[in-house]
Nanobody, 126 residues
Framework: QVQLVESGGGLVQAGGSLRLSCAAS????????MAWFRQAPGKEREFVAA????????YYTDSVKGRFTISKDNAKNTLYLQMNSLQPEDTAVYYC???????????????????WGQGTQVTVSS
């Protein structure tokens, strides 16, 4: 089993920045990919960004390219999401997720991830 705990959410004005963290514990050696998803009120959970745990390949959804950066610290078993130029449409609960299946590239589908954190709220005011 893998446990994921997010932190770093909060309230920020449009144009501001936040950095989310996701601390992983347990059988972290079983993880191939980690990702950030988000879910806005009344909407489905959507893919934001992913990173291959072994080689740092990065993947982003189009709406966050150039504004968000996913990174990791293997020594600390921690995943990060640096979010810059935040906009009100970025308001959502942000979740980190881990996938224990080796794929050609990190998946963008919610159902393919095995472990999830509890989520952290990000609110961007206009």
């Amino acid at each position: 089993q893998v446990q994921l705990v997010e932190s770093g959410g909060g309230l920020v004005q449009a144009g501001g920045s936040l950095r989310l963290s996701c601390a992983a514990s347990g059988r972290t050696g079983s993880i191939f990919d980690m990702a950030w998803f988000r879910q806005a009120p009344g909407k489905e959970r959507e893919f934001v960004a992913a990173i291959r745990w072994s080689d740092r390949r990065l993947y982003y959804t189009d709406s966050v390219k150039g504004r968000f950066t996913i990174s990791k610290d293997n020594a600390k078993n921690t995943l990060y999401l640096q979010m810059n130029s935040l906009q009100p449409e970025d308001t959502a609960v942000y979740y980190c997720a881990a996938d224990r299946t080796l794929r050609l590239r990190p998946d963008t589908q919610v159902d393919e991830y095995d472990y999830w954190g509890q989520g952290t709220q990000v609110t961007v005011s206009s």
